[in-house]
């Protein structure tokens, strides 16, 4: 150990979540000493940070939760269809007591490098608060986890209660009679509007581009559903890995092109009643075809027109684009809200914000308001590691090797940075993917990964350059057979400026674990075990 170093561990893992845990579980039962470094004071990443009102998870939480231990996934009981924050925060913790993690989880450490010594094959972290060093570096980072806050000219001057959704203080916010401003129309404000609109005397929603959303119809768990597939949870379990996006509840493989069209709008009706997000995946050419996409496109557009009152209102908020070219929304009450007569939509694609004073918004007129909240999303899936100095091979940045866009073998590992492994890393199903499998499926893989280099006595692992290149090929072929890259949307980075844009989600959870199957069964293809320096 070097003077400076203060800690020595066999790995370092980065984040707090529900990534971050399960893989301090799975490394501490293989026997190494591993510690987490988290940036907050407390556990739970993502769902730490998003506290806003009516931040709620959109796939069910029977799904959206660990299936690594029986007893756990038998006890534990959700109250309602999709948890709301504070119950899957308050699971996280859960998690952590029953387990025993948090001693081994070090708070308010934010990783600010990491750089890789090709002498020792050992990684050297710095926090804001120590030095660590250690043989595996494991980024449980998140993809939603760098808040985007875009340079609204003037923002620095407002002096009114200024919020990011992204950011949410501990401390109940409440606007009651207060002018609410809110920038943005994705997942997170249409969350939040119904329920601030309920307590402001004026609510003003700056849009750019407005979304698809479906109805949530969240409701009580019914014990009955609940009953069932904890009856069988294992094998229900097994249906997320069968499903192109890792949802049990999505699996119908009709089409709406071989389909009568009475019949498919019966069914997209009773999806647009049940499924949430599933109202995508309810016929499989919805991703792949575009007048089948348009069908289900249509289907939303006059929802909205049904349901929003005011004729401008509503064709202002209504898409033009592919329906899930954006990440999909799932709402309470959301187009509703539009006919309350103290929430007012503003287009700012024709009107941009102009400057932001003390007080007010300047966009077609001056919007005097007593808070303002960005709901403006995230530098999503490199934000998180490309924040970080993170230096490899020959002392190359990452942000230097990702500057024409990001690449990497499997989302999993990264060319000249050996020994890190990234947990839903780009190239990975990941956010276009049921989040819990995903992040169960690369925990088991990484620490698989460990144990096998730990049995044949191999020290350092890298992805090959060109299994990295193929990789990402076939990343891009998949997605240009869809409707996915057409639009403007932060899977390509384009709602981030100067961001390369490429698309990184790789498309279909059962190839992808297919082919992670395989590369195991070939003794880790397209890696390269104590390359020579
Ligand atoms: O962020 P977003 P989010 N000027 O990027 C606008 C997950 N999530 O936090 O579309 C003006 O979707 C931007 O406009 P545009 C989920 O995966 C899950 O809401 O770029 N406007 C857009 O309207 C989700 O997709 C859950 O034209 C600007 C909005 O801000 C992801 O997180 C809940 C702007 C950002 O929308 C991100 O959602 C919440 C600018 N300069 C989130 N910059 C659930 O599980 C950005 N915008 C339910």
């Given at each position: 150990?070097?003077?400076?170093?203060?800690?020595?561990?066999?790995?370092?893992?980065?984040?707090?979540?529900?990534?971050?845990?399960?893989?301090?579980?799975?490394?501490?039962?293989?026997?190494?000493?591993?510690?987490?470094?988290?940036?907050?004071?407390?556990?739970?990443?993502?769902?730490?940070?998003?506290?806003?009102?009516?931040?709620?998870c959109d796939i069910p939480s029977?799904e959206y939760?660990?299936?690594?231990?029986?007893?756990?996934?038998?006890?534990?009981?959700?109250?309602?269809?999709y948890?709301?924050?504070?119950?899957?925060?308050?699971?996280?913790?859960?998690?952590?007591?029953?387990?025993?993690?948090?001693?081994?989880?070090?708070?308010?450490?934010?990783?600010?490098?990491?750089?890789?010594?090709?002498?020792?094959?050992?990684?050297?972290?710095?926090?804001?608060?120590?030095?660590?060093?250690?043989?595996?570096?494991?980024?449980?980072?998140?993809?939603?986890?760098?808040?985007?806050?875009?340079?609204?000219?003037?923002?620095?001057?407002?002096?009114?209660?200024?919020?990011?959704?992204?950011?949410?203080?501990?401390?109940?916010?409440?606007?009651?009679?207060?002018?609410?401003?809110?920038?943005?129309?994705?997942?997170?404000?249409?969350?939040?509007?119904?329920?601030?609109?309920?307590?402001?005397?004026?609510?003003?929603?700056?849009?750019?581009?407005?979304?698809?959303?479906?109805?949530?119809?969240?409701?009580?768990?019914?014990?009955?559903?609940?009953?069932?597939?904890?009856?069988?949870?294992?094998?229900?379990?097994?249906?997320?890995?069968?499903?192109?996006?890792?949802i049990?509840?999505?699996?119908?493989?009709?089409?709406?092109?071989?389909?009568?069209?009475?019949?498919?709008?019966?069914?997209?009706?009773?999806?647009?009643?049940?499924?949430?997000l599933?109202?995508?995946?309810?016929?499989?050419?919805?991703?792949?075809?575009?007048?089948?996409?348009?069908?289900?496109?249509?289907?939303?557009?006059?929802?909205?027109?049904?349901?929003?009152?005011?004729?401008?209102?509503?064709?202002?908020?209504?898409?033009?684009?592919?329906?899930?070219?954006?990440?999909?929304?799932?709402?309470?009450?959301?187009?509703?809200?539009?006919?309350?007569?103290?929430?007012?939509?503003?287009?700012?694609?024709?009107?941009?914000?102009?400057?932001?004073?003390?007080?007010?918004?300047?966009?077609?007129?001056?919007?005097?308001?007593?808070?303002?909240?960005?709901?403006?999303?995230?530098?999503?899936?490199?934000?998180?590691?490309?924040?970080?100095?993170?230096?490899?091979?020959?002392?190359?940045?990452?942000?230097?090797?990702?500057?024409?866009?990001?690449?990497?073998?499997?989302?999993?590992?990264?060319?000249?940075?050996?020994?890190?492994?990234?947990?839903?890393?780009?190239?990975?199903?990941?956010?276009?993917?049921n989040?819990m499998?995903?992040?169960?499926?690369?925990?088991?893989?990484?620490?698989?990964?460990?144990?096998?280099?730990?049995?044949?006595?191999?020290?350092?692992?890298?992805?090959?350059?060109?299994?990295?290149?193929?990789?990402?090929?076939?990343?891009?072929?998949?997605?240009?057979?869809?409707?996915?890259?057409?639009?403007?949307?932060?899977?390509?980075?384009?709602?981030?400026?100067?961001?390369?844009?490429?698309?990184?989600?790789?498309?279909?959870?059962?190839?992808?674990?297919?082919?992670?199957?395989?590369?195991?069964?070939?003794?880790?293809?397209?890696?390269?075990?104590?390359?020579?320096?």
């Open positions: 150990m070097t003077d400076n170093v203060t800690k020595e561990f066999d790995a370092i893992i980065i984040g707090a979540g529900f990534a971050g845990i399960y893989q301090l579980l799975k490394l501490r039962r293989l026997g190494l000493s591993t510690i987490i470094l988290e940036k907050a004071d407390q556990v739970g990443g993502t769902w730490h940070w998003n506290r806003y009102p009516g931040a709620r029977l939760s660990y299936q690594f231990d029986e007893d756990l996934q038998q006890e534990w009981n959700w109250s309602e269809k948890s709301a924050q504070p119950e899957i925060l308050e699971y996280i913790n859960h998690v952590v007591d029953r387990f025993d993690l948090k001693e081994d989880i070090k708070f308010k450490e934010e990783v600010l490098s990491a750089n890789f010594n090709e002498e020792e094959s050992t990684w050297l972290l710095e926090t804001s608060e120590n030095k660590y060093k250690s043989t595996f570096c494991i980024f449980a980072t998140g993809c939603l986890s760098v808040p985007n806050k875009p340079d609204f000219g003037g923002l620095e001057n407002f002096r009114g209660n200024l919020l990011q959704t992204s950011t949410w203080p501990q401390e109940e916010q409440r606007f009651d009679g207060q002018k609410v401003a809110i920038i943005g129309t994705g997942s997170s404000a249409i969350q939040s509007i119904p329920i601030i609109a309920e307590q402001a005397s004026e609510l003003y929603i700056f849009q750019r581009t407005p979304n698809y959303s479906i109805p949530s119809n969240n409701g009580l768990m019914d014990k009955e559903v609940e009953k069932e597939i904890k009856g069988r949870y294992s094998e229900f379990r097994k249906e997320n890995y069968q499903n192109g996006f890792g049990a509840a999505i699996s119908d493989e009709a089409l709406i092109s071989e389909t009568d069209i009475d019949e498919v709008n019966a069914q997209l009706e009773e999806n647009w009643q049940n499924a949430g599933g109202f995508f995946g309810g016929y499989a050419d919805v991703a792949l075809d575009k007048d089948a996409n348009d069908v289900a496109a249509n289907f939303v557009r006059n929802k909205i027109k049904e349901t929003v009152k005011d004729p401008v209102t509503a064709a202002l908020l209504t898409p033009d684009y592919h329906i899930g070219g954006k990440r999909l929304c799932v709402d309470t009450g959301y187009f509703e809200t539009f006919n309350k007569d103290n929430v007012h939509l503003i287009n700012i694609k024709e009107n941009p914000i102009r400057q932001i004073n003390e007080d007010s918004l300047e966009a077609d007129r001056i919007y005097e308001v007593d808070t303002l909240i960005l709901a403006t999303g995230f530098d999503a899936m490199t934000g998180a590691l490309t924040n970080i100095d993170i230096s490899g091979r020959g002392g190359i940045k990452l942000k230097d090797q990702w500057e024409g866009g990001a690449k990497s073998y499997l989302g999993l590992g990264i060319a000249n940075f050996p020994n890190l492994f990234t947990v839903t890393g780009p190239g990975s199903p990941s956010v276009l993917s989040m499998p995903s992040i169960e499926q690369h925990v088991n893989w990484i620490t698989d990964c460990i144990q096998w280099m730990m049995e044949n006595n191999k020290k350092v692992i890298e992805s090959s350059k060109s299994a990295e290149d193929e990789w990402m090929v076939l990343v891009n072929e998949i997605a240009d057979m869809t409707i996915f890259t057409d639009t403007k949307s932060w899977y390509n980075g384009s709602n981030i400026d100067k961001k390369a844009k490429a698309f990184l989600p790789f498309i279909g959870v059962p190839v992808y674990t297919e082919m992670l199957e395989d590369i195991v069964a070939e003794n880790y293809k397209g890696f390269i075990f104590d390359k020579a320096n």
